[in-house]
């Protein structure tokens, strides 16, 4: 079953502009992260939070949780072309010695140039 | 430093021929997954390897079967294969108690 679900399906912007896609699960997690798919590749990890975290920057990447609202948004700032590509959020639970990550169905973004 | 390699890239089957699908790391992670990904769906998981000489059923494991050879090798196999195995099938790994999962290019399987 699918743990999280993005929002919105898919996402056009102009280059420049701030893409911003949201999150919501349904279980407890011990983390959330979000990667990005290129057309025709693997997934490449981007941003990792913990469940006792709020807010975590990295680069032009800010990744907020809400554990309350079991929710989460990525925001990418001034978009390029070069960030055309599906994103996918995944839940991760630990579990004994056991580590799964549960992914959502993902959001497609085009930044036109 | 190679990462995560599968092979093949593509492979078409006839429904009823078995295939393995190979997946090597290294980078000497402990973990190691199979996933599948289809159209409008996010990855589901088929099976995993928590360790060398472990393996336990993910969310779709049925019709596949699993062997992790050492640390490095984490096979697929499908021994008969059904059109709703079509699908692009990723490999992943991860060390210890870190959280990141480290993706192969994946497989494009078509079953006719």
């Known amino acids: 079953s699918q743990q999280g679900e993005e929002d919105p399906q898919a996402l056009s912007i102009q280059e420049g502009e701030n893409a911003t896609m949201n999150c919501s699960y349904k279980?407890?997690?011990?983390?959330l992260q979000w990667y990005r798919q290129n057309s025709g590749r693997g997934l490449v990890h981007l941003i990792l939070i913990r469940s006792n975290e709020r807010e975590k920057h990295s680069g032009r990447l800010r990744v907020t949780l809400d554990t309350s609202k079991k929710s989460s948004s990525l925001l990418i700032t001034a978009s390029r072309a070069a960030d055309t590509a599906s994103y996918f959020c995944a839940t991760g639970l630990q579990t004994g010695a056991n580590s799964k990550l549960t992914f959502g169905k993902g959001i497609t973004l085009s930044v036109r140039p | 430093n190679a990462g995560v390699t599968q092979t093949p890239k593509f492979q078409v089957l006839k429904t009823g021929q078995s295939m393995t699908l190979q997946c090597a790391q290294d980078?000497?992670?402990?973990?190691m997954y199979w996933y599948r990904q289809d159209p409008g769906m996010g990855l589901r998981l088929i099976y995993y390897s928590a360790s060398e000489g472990t393996t336990d059923k993910g969310e779709v494991p049925n019709g596949y079967n699993v062997s992790r050879l050492n640390k490095r090798e984490f096979s697929l196999r499908l021994e008969s294969a059904a059109p709703s195995q079509t699908s692009v099938y990723f490999c992943a790994s991860k060390w210890g108690n870190e959280d990141t999962q480290y993706f192969g290019p994946g497989t494009r399987l078509t079953v006719l």
């Open positions: 279980t407890s997690i011990n983390n």
């Open positions: 980078m000497n992670h402990n973990s």
